[in-house]
């Protein structure tokens, strides 16, 4: 059952679920940052251990519904431990303050003036859950900008690497893989 205030699985979502599932070993351990309604960690959840994050509570209750084990906080705020897999499809479409919305369904949009505020935050947390020789894989637009967000993940010390790319209605969808 969608829920209007949950980010609703679209092309970028099915994208990085194969992303993922080509990523994922038997074993690992998995953590979804922003993991919406929940289809992906509960598509790995067969193969690996996962937990899933998310700062909406009607994304929290959807994944719940799931049976997947899910904390609300922003990024990984409050998680202890490391993981292998480190999964995010953030908020990545520029958004003007004009444009910003007062509701829930905002916080799986609103990217920021260039699409890329979101991504930043997250690049300042990753380090402290990824597990030594971990992998990240995020999920970008080429509105975001997609050699821009390749620096950020360069200059935040990891290597980006292009896994996996789409092209829907005009858009570049890509998953960048970085460890």
Same mark, same amino acid.
């Given at each position: 059952?969608t829920?209007?205030?949950?980010?609703? %699985?679209? +092309?970028?979502?099915?994208l990085? /679920?194969?992303?993922?599932?080509k990523?994922?070993?038997? #074993?690992d351990? !998995?953590?979804e940052?922003g993991?919406?309604?929940?289809?992906?960690?509960?598509?790995?959840?067969?193969?690996?251990?996962?937990?899933a994050?998310?700062?909406?509570?009607?994304?929290?209750?959807?994944?719940?519904?799931?049976?997947?084990?899910?904390?609300r906080?922003d990024f990984?705020?409050?998680?202890?431990g490391?993981f292998?897999l480190?999964?995010?499809?953030p908020?990545?479409?520029p958004?003007? %303050?004009? +444009?910003?919305?007062d509701?829930? /369904?905002?916080c799986a949009?609103?990217?920021?003036p260039d #699409?890329?505020? !979101?991504?930043?935050?997250?690049?300042?947390?990753?380090?402290r859950l990824?597990?030594?020789?971990?992998?990240?894989?995020?999920?970008?637009?080429?509105?975001?900008?997609?050699?821009?967000?390749?620096t950020?993940?360069k200059?935040a010390?990891?290597s980006?690497?292009?896994?996996?790319?789409?092209?829907?209605?005009?858009?570049f969808?890509?998953?960048?893989?970085?460890?």
């Open positions: 059952m829920q209007p205030e949950v980010y609703a %699985p679209a +092309e970028d979502t099915w990085l /679920l194969r992303a993922a599932t990523e994922c070993h038997d #074993g351990r !998995v953590l940052v993991c919406g309604s929940g289809i992906i960690s509960h598509s790995l959840s067969e193969r690996a251990g996962v937990l994050t998310d700062i909406n509570p009607h994304a929290v209750r959807a994944a719940r519904q799931l049976g997947i084990e899910v904390v906080t990984g705020g409050g998680i202890c490391r292998d480190i999964l995010f499809n908020p990545y479409l958004t003007t %303050p004009e +444009e910003r919305l509701d829930w /369904l905002e949009l609103d990217g920021g #699409g890329r505020a !979101v991504i930043t935050r997250f690049l300042t947390v990753v380090r990824l597990a030594p020789c971990g992998r990240v894989l995020l999920l970008v637009s080429s509105l975001t900008g997609i050699p821009e967000v390749c950020l993940i200059e010390g990891f980006p690497e292009l896994f996996m790319e789409e092209m829907v209605e005009g858009e969808l890509t998953v960048i893989r970085f460890s």
